[in-house]
């Protein structure tokens, strides 16, 4: 059974980061999923379903991002539900696997899942890529 373990804080309802696109940042990208989720007041299952969908989408562009770039990461939460935008520069067409085993984890665990990639851009050497994901609370949707 899922329990709440926080009140849920007042005043920010929104989050954002962004971090060299590098697998060594997975861990702080983790933790601040985490710290989110739990100030949402989300069960603790369901912040350990956060923080892996939001793992293997921050993987999957890290690993194919343009070398230098940035990874932008944002949280936005209301009584119902997590929204989770990432971001990256993507050195290929797709960027992202989706017939892969980690992708059909992330559809698993979320309520809605969006890729979206625009076309190569010279500017930043490559394509804009995008991956939005809801999560929203079990007792509302599960």
Do not use: K
Request: include cysteine; proline fraction near 4%.
């Amino acid at each position: 059974m899922a329990e709440p373990i926080s009140q849920a804080a007042l005043g920010t309802r929104a989050i954002g980061i962004r971090v060299p696109a590098e697998l060594g940042q997975l861990i702080m990208l983790r933790a601040l999923a985490e710290t989110v989720a739990l100030i949402a007041d989300f069960a603790l299952d369901e912040v350990g379903d956060i923080r892996l969908a939001l793992d293997e989408v921050a993987t999957s562009l890290i690993l194919d991002a343009v070398p230098g770039s940035t990874l932008d990461c944002a949280f936005r939460y209301d009584d119902n539900q997590m929204r989770v935008h990432v971001a990256s520069v993507g050195a290929a067409r797709p960027a992202v696997g989706e017939d892969s085993f980690g992708w059909h984890i992330v559809r698993t665990l979320t309520d809605s899942l969006t890729t979206t990639q625009e076309h190569y851009d010279e500017t930043v050497s490559g394509y804009p890529t995008a991956v939005d994901f809801t999560w929203v609370r079990s007792s509302d949707n599960r």
